[in-house]
């Protein structure tokens, strides 16, 4: 390809892995938010209060239609007006774990009210407190149907890491840009940070779906 | 200054910027459908080749980021000669993005319409164009519409991006208004709430009036 120099990819590969590792810690740790405050949101839902249930039903909306990345800006830079100062890692991780929080309650949600109601009853009827209940009879069985949905956010979470740019968290995207400014040179790395995307989401979406099999058998479901 | 007074000064700038929000995700939203239809039925057909091609634009538009392909168009593409406005730039990356995700939409929708169907079509001798156009995809259609409905809200939200190369869209007027006032709350807040009354009150009742209006075309309403 024109004006491609391989010299300059060598130079510049370390930069960018060291970098891909922070992308990795970041994914990793907004889920890990995402998934504990997720499952909050969708307990939230089914509690016998009308009110608590409206109320964190209209917030999961709210965080579902408004851009990430706007959300971002908004942890990051209120805190400061209030006297709170939040340093991007925490704000990014804050803003991205709320995000796929929103989501993933629907996930769950959508798993917990796949299980058949026969299953409520004879937890009832076992006279099991609501935690045994949730955790022993509920939760194991709508776990294989909320499985697809949580692997494709995960999946999902790595690709919007890039907007942690935004604030200056030294990640994958924030790295090619500094690059580029440094060198006037953005074919190499932005190109880069592209392959590297592919050949971690690409892998990553064919294993989540092998999981999500393998667990389905084990389960003995299909 | 009060909430008022920042409404009153800022609301016009705001105003402004939402418009071309709107603007930025009927633009895409036109693209993606069209790029969607395009390479779903592209994977569908029997050449391989053709079928590589779709598959290969998929992968490599869900496979990376949004940001990435927009930087990747606007920073890199010039070098190849081909230099877009900013705004054209913005609006054609968000469609071919989203697009490569509703092409799977399209797809399993087509999929899903009951053999018999098919059978039919092929019985009564109509020809490949005149099965898909007159009989797959008015009943694929509606099962499709709930999902796409979906995938225009993050359309929307995909737009934001396109503030980061300067496209004067809502994000970057909010942007612009907390640099010069330090009103963080007040411009990303009130930016916040305009992206959700847009998706709420704008979006979903559009895509509710086109499933019934669909469901109604198809006599099952």
Known sequence: MFDWRWDFVWEILPRLIWATGNTLIAALLGYGIAMVLGLVFALAQRTPSRILTMVVRELVEFIRSTPLVLQIFFIFYVGPQFGIRLSPWVSGMAAIGLHYAAYLSEVYRGGIEAVPRGQWEAATALNLSTARTYFRVIIPQALPTALAGMGNYLVGIFKDTPMLSVIGVAELMHTANAIGSESYRFLEPFTLVGVIFLAISLPTAWLIRVFERRVRRSLGMN | ?221
Do not use: C, H
């Open chain 2, 1 to 221: 200054m009060s909430y008022i007074e920042f409404l009153t000064t800022y609301g016009p700038r705001l105003m402004t910027g939402t418009l071309i929000t709107i603007a930025l995700t009927v633009l895409a939203g036109l693209l993606a459908v069209a790029i969607a239809f395009a390479a779903a039925l592209m994977k569908l057909s029997p050449s391989m080749v053709v079928r590589g091609i779709a598959t290969t634009y998929i992968e490599i538009f869900r496979g990376t980021s949004l940001l990435v392909q927009l930087y990747w168009i606007f920073f890199v593409l010039p070098l190849f000669g081909i230099t877009l406005e900013k705004f054209t730039a913005g609006y054609i990356t968000v469609g071919m993005n989203l697009g490569a995700y509703g092409a799977e939409l399209v797809r399993g929708a087509i999929k899903s319409v009951p053999r018999g169907q098919w059978e039919a079509a092929l019985a009564l001798n109509m020809s490949p164009a005149k099965r898909m156009i007159r009989i797959i995809l008015p009943q694929a259609i509606v099962v499709m519409l709930p999902p796409w409905g979906n995938l225009f809200i993050e359309l929307l939200k995909g737009t934001a991006l396109v503030s980061l190369i300067a496209v004067a869209d809502l994000m970057f007027q909010a942007k612009q208004i907390n640099g010069s006032t330090f009103l963080s709350a007040q411009s990303f807040g009130t930016a916040l709430i305009i992206y959700y009354i847009v998706a709420r009150f704008g979006i979903t009742p559009s895509m509710r009036w086109l499933e019934r209006r669909s469901l109604r075309m198809l006599g099952r309403g």
